[in-house]
């Protein structure tokens, strides 16, 4: 791996970035890291905390102040790497609980990067949310503030596997919150976990029965992963609960993929189905296409990761390390990489592959050819065992089967040749 | 008065009168070594300063495992009642796997210590050493160690010594290697009761080969006897079971250090040096003469070493096996015994049929590869020979489960062994219900006293290799004591157990075993295989057969979910590190037909057990 010397620490950005960025249709996005839920959840590895107040700049009360900063900062990078700016692709604040904070702190981060760098007009505006955590004014002002899209955990609509996973929300809070998210015009994606220990194949249909009768634009559902380090994979360890089953994983996945396609809802990535009946193109995640395509974001918050151009670096994890270094005006980055021709190729079949669109050999060609050629023959054995669809390799994309959805990482490493 | 000699006789001018050869006889952790110190210390030889814990064995193993593998000998002076004495203490090597050895150090000696533990009394292996000693009509002396222990019960051990060779339990010496409590009256026994050596001082020159070891700096140095006559540097010998001559660079003898000789005399025990680089050319049991007046009879009892258990062994990273090969090379400048050659695998690659002495000997030259030459080795399941006549008359020795021949057989011919298990008697049931599953018949059985018992089986040495000694520990407890020798064969119904992997046999899995046992094995292993190989992207039958009969199968079920279903932004690089280490586990993988295979799979599945 390339490391590159000058420490992001002074924010400037190597040469190539601006070079690669400016007047190329690379899409710019943004990234909002809000690092404060209400409790854990015993699955969850994210980078969240329960303390409203970590310190200075890094307190439910400061930290939009602090996010704005990175945002200056990030702004005044730019312009000194002669990296141009560009109205923004699409606008996503993650966590941790967005929701948390009040609407108009979130508005408020929104508004000064509209005025740092431009919002496109078609942006999609995300905020990812608690069901628990919304009210009818805070959706309202959310849509008033320039939001157009709420992502909301819902995991589950079946008790007993939300206590497994310490949701602390009622599953009734779920319909209010659509409801109000409706009333505001606002687009609805839900997030949903399957494969849950104690979740029976008629539990996930149940929670799938609740999803469509909400009618949201967009799902995703992920099978759950336990991360070492959760509490959750530590109750697994002591045999409070079973470990999760790939098999009933890829069940769960298949009734998944049936019953949201027969309710017009197509999947245009391995986990994701956006409500498109007449496949139009639809309703599908820009913010997360951007990701998947290799476009360029950048990170704001702790522990936030960015790109441009291949260049990938990362804040500072903790809250309070990164709000010292926002406050004393240098870069919250600690880390970066320029991943090297290998991994970059790796990158690029492993998040071409995931994607309904595919990946075109012709763009992999371009990256490296002798890479291109032996994908290509990988991909006709990859075919004849039904792991991609034939018609598309003929156009020259390599796009997975629904078998080949499941089996997605072997396909990679296939196509990667190991 | 010291009793230590003031004036001693140097080697080559030793009368003798006055030497007296023997050796010690015990049974490992029985305190043979913390003796043989204490002997070293009576005698001055070693200074207590000097004096580094367990003298004799000196390499890493030995002292780990407390086994003595190469033995030694050590001159010691002492002195009875005024008169000057030469004693020549020779190790002998403990376990049942170098009775070859063993039997070699006891013809070299007049004498013999049987050292029992007084708090555990006689073990199978001394006793089969023991009656080996008697055989050779070495003068016993016993003596009862680790008195000052509160466990020790003198007496009643004794007893059982008594019984064994009818001597009175009074005259049995109780020493403390600890304390060093009765050593010095044992040297003086030694002196009075040991025989000198009979060898005639004008015949040709006989020496016998007890041991020969190699030195990086030296080259190989041959442990000998003298039987007959003199030898002295710079005149020409010659080994008469191999037929080679060179010229004698050097004698001497160890006291403890080598100390060069003007010679050594009939009688005497000590080194020859003679600057060749390979132990196989100093054979143990072999006969050295003079070139010029060389002696018409070799001493009898010579034998080739002769391996009787085989094992591949293999480097897990297959650019070793250069490495592999060097390092066996260097092995057997030192082990005359260890024989190999190359052997190939279609699921292991490159590596070495090995053949060694027992069980113990493998396990001793796995760990010296492992350890002093670094290498990481898959090692295959025990094997013993077995000869196979096939329908048309071919009679084919088997070595390793591939050479068994493919078609109709008409006989299979097993080597045998008799087994001796010294048990406390309420294990007798324990040890007879084992000893027949596994083949075994009862050829005797004595009380050494009310509450010990020989139990003798004539045995499959198969049986033997495989698990039978780790069975019986743990059945009995861990009381129960065994020795073995090889004891003919027999006609028996063996067949080979192909193990196949997707309908392909796996070569290094297959198994030559009873018809009865072949099942077992084969639901055993495919059990074993199914956890142990990760799911494929196809379903992978794992079969257990006969010739074409499948005896036992199981199914590792085709991989449905292989995928990562969460993708952020930020796990982007986290996703590609985790793809990226795939890779370098892939590189640990052994394809089987199309079935990736991982290292850890084969050593788990060869690695013996006794969950039996």
Redesign the interface.
């Known amino acids: 791996m390339n490391k590159i010397d000058t420490p992001p620490g002074t924010g400037i950005l190597p040469d190539f970035v601006a070079a690669a960025v400016n007047g190329s249709d690379r899409t710019f996005s943004l990234y909002v890291h809000v690092p404060f839920c209400s409790s854990r959840c015993g699955y969850c590895d994210f980078n969240t905390y329960i303390s409203p107040d970590l310190g200075p700049g890094a307190s439910h009360e400061s930290y939009a102040d602090t996010a704005i900063k990175e945002l200056e900062f990030a702004a005044d990078a730019m312009e000194k790497s002669g990296v141009q700016p560009k109205p923004l692709h699409s606008v996503f604040f993650g966590g941790g609980t967005p929701t948390l904070l009040p609407s108009t702190d979130l508005t408020r981060i929104l508004k000064r990067a509209d005025r740092l760098f431009g919002i496109d007009d078609t942006a999609e505006i995300t905020t990812e949310a608690n069901p628990d955590s919304l009210s009818r004014e805070a959706v309202q002002g959310l849509a008033d503030g320039g939001f157009n899209r709420v992502s909301m955990g819902m995991q589950s609509s079946v008790s007993h596997v939300l206590q497994v996973l310490e949701r602390t929300h009622n599953p009734d809070n779920v319909d209010i919150a659509a409801e109000w998210i409706r009333e505001a015009g606002l687009d609805m994606s839900l997030d949903l976990i399957f494969g849950t220990p104690g979740e029976s194949l008629e539990d996930w249909e149940r929670s799938l029965d609740a999803v469509l009768a909400l009618q949201p634009d967009h799902v995703s559902a992920y099978g759950l992963i336990v991360e070492e380090g959760t509490k959750l994979a530590a109750q697994i360890r002591r045999g409070v609960y079973p470990n999760t089953d790939p098999d009933d994983q890829a069940d769960k996945y298949l009734l998944t993929e049936e019953r949201l396609d027969a309710a017009g809802y197509r999947w245009y990535e391995i986990s994701n189905w956006a409500h498109d009946p007449h496949n139009e193109g639809l309703h599908q995640s820009q913010h997360n296409l951007a990701y998947w395509r290799d476009q360029d974001w950048w990170g704001i918050g702790p522990g936030a990761h960015s790109h441009m151009a291949g260049l990938r670096w990362w804040n500072a994890k903790h809250p309070a390390a990164y709000a010292s270094r926002m406050l004393d005006n240098i870069s919250p980055a600690i880390g970066q990489e320029i991943p090297d021709d290998d991994a970059r190729l790796l990158e690029k079949i492993m998040l071409g592959v995931r994607l309904a669109e595919g990946l075109d050999l012709d763009v992999l060609a371009a990256q490296d050819k002798d890479a291109a050629m032996q994908a290509r023959r990988e991909a006709n054995v990859l075919a004849t065992q039904g792991l991609i669809e034939p018609a598309a390799l003929e156009h020259g994309k390599i796009v997975p089967t629904l078998k080949g959805r499941l089996l997605d990482d072997a396909i990679t490493r296939r196509l990667a040749g190991f | 008065m010291s009793p230590v000699a003031s004036n001693p006789p140097q080697p080559g001018s030793t009368h003798s009168s006055v030497i007296r050869n023997f050796c010690i006889v015990a049974h490992i952790d029985h305190g043979k070594s913390t003796l043989a110190d204490r002997m070293l210390q009576s005698t001055n030889v070693v200074t207590p300063r000097e004096m580094q814990s367990q003298f004799l064995d000196n390499m890493d193993i030995e002292r780990e495992r407390g086994i003595t593998i190469k033995s030694q000998a050590v001159r010691m002076p002492w002195q009875v009642d005024n008169e000057d004495y030469v004693l020549n203490m020779i190790d002998t090597p403990g376990h049942v796997d170098f009775a070859y050895e063993v039997s070699r150090s006891l013809a070299a000696c007049e004498g013999a210590i049987l050292l029992v533990d007084a708090a555990q009394g006689i073990e199978a292996q001394t006793l089969a050493n023991l009656y080996m000693a008697m055989e050779h009509d070495l003068e016993i002396i016993p003596v009862l160690n680790k008195i000052d222990l509160p466990a020790a019960e003198p007496e009643r051990y004794a007893l059982e010594i008594s019984n064994l060779i009818g001597i009175d339990p009074d005259d049995i010496l109780k020493v403390s290697g600890k304390t060093g409590e009765g050593v010095e009256a044992l040297l003086d026994r030694v002196v009075r009761d040991v025989p000198a050596p009979s060898g005639d001082a004008d015949a040709p020159a006989r020496a016998m080969i007890f041991d020969s070891i190699y030195d990086t700096y030296r080259g190989v140095i041959t442990y000998v006897r003298m039987v007959d006559g003199k030898l002295e540097p710079r005149q020409g010998i010659r080994m008469m079971a191999t037929g080679s001559s060179y010229e004698l660079q050097e004698s001497g003898i160890y006291s403890p250090d080598a100390i060069p000789s003007e010679g050594l005399g009939v009688g005497e025990v000590g080194y020859l040096i003679t600057g060749v680089k390979d132990v196989a050319e100093s054979k143990v049991g072999d006969t050295v003469t003079s070139k010029q007046h060389p002696a018409e009879e070799p001493i009898g009892g010579y034998r080739e070493p002769r391996p009787m258990v085989f094992s591949g062994l293999y480097p897990m990273d297959g650019s070793d096996y250069p490495a592999l090969r060097e390092a066996l090379e260097k092995l057997q400048l030192n082990d005359a015994a260890l024989t190999y050659e190359p052997e190939t695998s279609v699921a292991l690659g490159f590596g070495f049929r090995v053949g060694f002495l027992g069980l113990l000997h493998l396990e001793i030259v796995r760990e010296r590869l492992e350890r002093e030459y670094n290498l990481d080795l898959i090692s295959t399941a025990p094997n013993v020979i077995y000869n196979v006549t096939t329908e048309d008359g071919t009679l084919v020795r088997v070595t390793n489960p591939s050479e068994f021949p493919e078609g109709k057989i008409t006989e299979v011919d097993e080597p045998m062994a008799m087994a001796t298990v010294i048990v406390p008697s309420e294990f007798i049931g324990s040890v007879m219900e084992l000893s027949q599953g596994k083949r075994g018949q009862l050829s005797g059985m004595d009380y050494l006293s009310e509450e010990r018992v020989e139990i003798r089986y004539w045995i499959p040495l198969a049986e033997i290799v495989f698990d039978y000694f780790d069975l019986l520990k743990s059945r009995t407890k861990g009381y129960a004591s065994l020795n073995w020798q090889r004891d003919g064969s027999q006609v028996a119904d063996l067949v080979k157990v192909d193990i196949l992997l997707q309908g392909d046999a796996v070569d290094a899995f297959s198994a030559i075993t009873h018809r009865d046992r072949a099942y077992g094995y084969g639901v055993k292993m495919t059990a074993k295989l199914k956890e142990l190989i990760p799911r494929q992207?196809f379903e992978v039958p794992i079969q257990a057969a006969i010739g074409s009969r499948i005896i036992a199968r199981e199914n590792i079920?085709a991989?449905?979910?292989?995928?990562?279903?969460?993708?952020?932004?930020?796990d982007?690089?986290r996703?590609?590190k985790l793809?990226?280490k795939?890779?370098e586990g892939?590189k640990r993988m052994k394809m089987v037909g199309t079935v990736e295979v991982p290292q850890e799979a084969f050593i788990a599945a060869l690695s013996t057990d006794t969950d039996t």
């Not at chain 2, 991989?559 to 930020?570: A, E, T």
């Open positions: 992207q079920r991989i449905r979910k292989d995928v990562l279903s969460k993708c952020y932004g930020g982007i690089s996703k590609r793809l990226e795939q890779k892939k």
